[in-house]
C-alpha cells in the first residue's frame, strides 16, 4: 500500500530555496506517476509538477517552470521537489501524490489516488 510522508517545508525569504521530499513508506509506488501540489486555504488544489516511474516525462506548472525541479530516486521510494528563486506566491501547503494519471491528467487531483498529509512552505518578502 503506498502511504506517502512529505517533509521540507519551512519558512524562507523570497528568492530562498527549499527541497521537499516525499518518502512512500509502503514502497509501492515505483509504477505510479509522483507529483507534487500545493494548496491554499480558499483555493484549489494546484499541480505542480509530475514524474513519470521511468523519469522520462516530466511535466511542470507554467508559475514554477525553471524554477521547479522534480526528480525520484526509486530505489529509496522517495520523490523530491526542488525549489528554487521563491516568491510570495509559493506560499502553500505542499502534497505529494501517486497515481496512474490519463496523459491530460498528470497536473490534475483527478488523477491521482494517494495523497500525503502536506508540507507548510512560507515564502516572506
Known amino acids: 500500500q503506498v502511504q506517502l510522508i512529505e517533509s521540507g517545508g519551512d519558512s524562507v525569504q523570497a528568492g530562498g530555496s527549499l527541497r521537499l521530499s516525499c518518502v512512500d513508506s509502503g514502497a509501492s509506488s515505483r509504477l505510479s506517476y509522483m507529483a507534487w501540489f500545493r494548496q491554499v486555504p480558499g483555493k484549489e488544489r494546484e499541480g505542480v509538477a509530475s514524474?513519470?516511474?521511468?523519469?522520462?516525462?516530466?511535466e511542470y506548472a507554467d508559475s514554477v517552470k525553471g524554477r521547479f525541479t522534480i526528480s525520484r530516486d526509486t530505489p529509496k521510494n522517495t520523490v523530491y521537489l526542488q525549489m528554487n528563486n521563491l516568491n510570495t506566491d509559493d506560499t502553500a501547503a505542499y502534497y505529494c501524490a501517486a497515481g496512474s494519471p490519463g496523459t491530460n491528467w498528470r497536473l490534475s487531483r483527478l488523477g491521482y489516488t494517494y495523497w500525503g498529509q502536506g508540507t507548510q512552505v512560507t515564502v516572506s518578502s
Open positions: 514524474i513519470s516511474p521511468s523519469t522520462t516525462v516530466i
